[in-house]
């Protein structure tokens, strides 16, 4: 799996839209650690959840 992410991206968990709006904190193979602005920083394993890059509209 290629990740399309990097350290300081903006990102939101689609699933999980009450968490807000995160960024990249690192990425360590498959686990991308996120600082969301609800909830805190979380440990997100991409083979199990697809987070999307956060675009203004």
């Known amino acids: 799996m ?3 992410y990097e350290p300081g991206d903006k990102v939101i968990n689609p ?3 009450d968490w807000g709006i995160g960024q990249v904190q690192s990425i360590i193979k498959d686990k ?3 600082n969301f602005e609800n909830v805190g920083k979380k440990v997100i394993n991409s083979s199990n959840i697809r987070l999307e890059k956060f675009r203004k509209k």
């Open 32 to 34: 991308i650690t996120v």
């Open 2 to 4: 290629i990740i399309d």
């Open 15 to 17: 699933s999980k839209k």
